[in-house]
Antibody, heavy 121, light 107 residues
Framework: QVQLQQSGPGLVKPSQTLSLTCAISGDSVSSNTVTWNWISQSPSRGLEWLGRTYYRSKWYNDYAVSVKSRITISPDTSKNQFSLQLNSVTPEDTAIYYC???????????WGQGTTVTVSS | DIQMTQSPSSLSASVGDRVTITCRASQGISNYLTWYQQKPGKVPKLLIYTASTLQSGVPSRFSGSGSGTDFTLTISSLQPEDVATYYCQKYNSVPLTFGGGTKVEIK
C-alpha cells in the first residue's frame, strides 16, 4: 500500500528556512492521477492546506495565498519524493506538518506521520 | 476564497446516540466535500468523500449528505471509538480549505 515517510528538523530558528522531505512508497511522484500536498496543523490555525505539486504531462504547483511568497514545493523524481521549503519562518509557523496524497474527487487519502516543527531561537 | 464553517465546535453525547455535525460553505461547491476523522494524537483519516461516499473500511454508522453549501456528517449510533475531532474540507478547487473542526466526546 502507499506510504509516506517524512523527514526533516523539528527545530528551526526565526527568519530561517523550514525544510521537510516526504518519501513515497507504493506510488510515484510523477503519477498523472494524484497530487502531493503539504498541510499544517496548529491550535491557532487548525488544519491549513499549504500547497501541492502534481504532474499532468508537465509539473504544476498551487499554493495557499497566506504562504505564497515564502513557499516552494518541489518533486524529486530520482528519489520518488517531494519537499517543502518555507522561508523566513516566525513562531507563527510552529505547527505539525503533514505530507499528504490527494486524489480528486476523493480527498486526501494517505498521510505522512507528521513532523512537529518549532520555530524558536 | 470560500470559507468552510462547522458547527457545533464541540459536542458531548451518550453511547448509542445519533450525532449530527454540520459544515457550511460560503459559496456552492457542488458535492466536492470530504470529511476526516482525527483521533487524539493521531493523523487525520479520510471518512467520506463527494459528500456521501464512504471510504473503504469506514463503519456504516457514518454517513454524509448535502450539496451546494450545506453538508452534514451523521453518526447513527455513537461508539466510544468515535471520540475524535471531525473536519470537513472543500475539494472542488484550490485552496483546499478545511473547516474548524468538531470535537466529539462521550457524555
Amino acid at each position: 500500500q502507499v506510504q509516506l515517510q517524512q523527514s526533516g528538523p523539528g527545530l528551526v530558528k526565526p527568519s530561517q528556512t523550514l525544510s521537510l522531505t516526504c518519501a513515497i512508497s507504493g506510488d510515484s511522484v510523477s503519477s498523472n492521477t494524484v497530487t502531493w500536498n503539504w498541510i499544517s496543523q496548529s491550535p491557532s490555525r487548525g488544519l491549513e492546506w499549504l500547497g501541492r505539486t502534481y504532474y499532468r504531462s508537465k509539473w504544476y504547483n498551487d499554493y495557499a495565498v497566506s504562504v505564497k511568497s515564502r513557499i516552494t514545493i518541489s518533486p524529486d523524481t530520482s528519489k520518488n519524493q517531494f519537499s517543502l521549503q518555507l522561508n523566513s519562518v516566525t513562531p507563527e509557523d510552529t505547527a505539525i506538518y503533514y505530507c499528504v496524497r490527494g486524489w480528486f474527487p476523493h480527498g486526501m487519502d494517505v498521510w505522512g506521520q507528521g513532523t512537529t516543527v518549532t520555530v524558536s531561537s | 476564497d470560500i470559507q468552510m464553517t462547522q458547527s457545533p465546535s464541540s459536542l458531548s453525547a451518550s453511547v448509542g446516540d445519533r450525532v449530527t455535525i454540520t459544515c457550511r460553505a460560503s459559496q456552492g461547491i457542488s458535492n466536492y466535500l470530504t470529511w476526516y476523522q482525527q483521533k487524539p494524537g493521531k493523523v487525520p483519516k479520510l471518512l467520506i468523500y463527494t459528500a456521501s461516499t464512504l471510504q473503504s473500511g469506514v463503519p456504516s454508522r457514518f454517513s454524509g449528505s448535502g450539496s451546494g453549501t450545506d453538508f452534514t456528517l451523521t453518526i447513527s449510533s455513537l461508539q466510544p471509538e468515535d471520540v475524535a475531532t471531525y473536519y470537513c474540507q472543500k475539494y472542488n478547487s484550490v485552496p483546499l480549505t478545511f473547516g474548524g473542526g468538531t470535537k466529539v466526546e462521550i457524555k
